[in-house]
């Protein structure tokens, strides 16, 4: 669902909440504890509360997280198309201001997986395959 309001009225999520980045309110809602975290980032259709019965099924074992990227959702409106470095950007933002420390595994719907894997894993972050991509200090923590 793409958040085209123009409207100064925002719209409550049912669960969850808000966490800040450039000035503008980004949807999150964390569950569970422990690590990896499962981030769960939907597709192009999607929104994060979509896999909200998978992420409380997750969140049994472990910290996970669904979100809306900016323009989606309960995120604040942007202008959309956003390019896959600017979503994951916002991802790490999103993570590091929740204090959700990685290794993370990613879940990531097809429709956007290919332009955003390329974007999360650059400038310092590693991926192995097989691995989830994590930032290099928690990758060298765990060797």
């Known amino acids: 669902m793409t958040n085209n309001s123009t409207s100064s009225a925002r719209l409550a999520a049912p669960v969850g909440g808000f966490q800040e980045i ?14 990896p975290a499962v981030v769960f980032l939907p597709g192009a259709s999607a929104v994060g509360l979509d896999y909200f019965v998978v992420q409380q099924r997750v969140s049994r074992f472990t910290t996970a997280v669904v979100y809306d ?11 959309l198309p956003r390019t896959a470095t600017a979503v994951a950007t916002e991802l790490r933002e999103v993570l590091r201001a929740q204090n959700i420390a990685a290794p993370y595994v990613l879940e990531i719907n097809p429709s956007i997986a290919t332009p955003t894997i390329p974007a999360w894993t650059s400038s310092s972050t ?18």
């Open 69 to 79: 990227r900016g323009g989606t959702g309960f995120s604040d409106p942007l202008p």
């Open 22 to 35: 450039d000035g503008r309110r980004v949807f999150v809602h964390r569950s569970g504890s422990g690590g």
């Open 126 to 143: 590693t991926w192995t395959p097989g691995r989830s991509p994590t930032n290099e200090t928690a990758a060298n923590q765990a060797t």
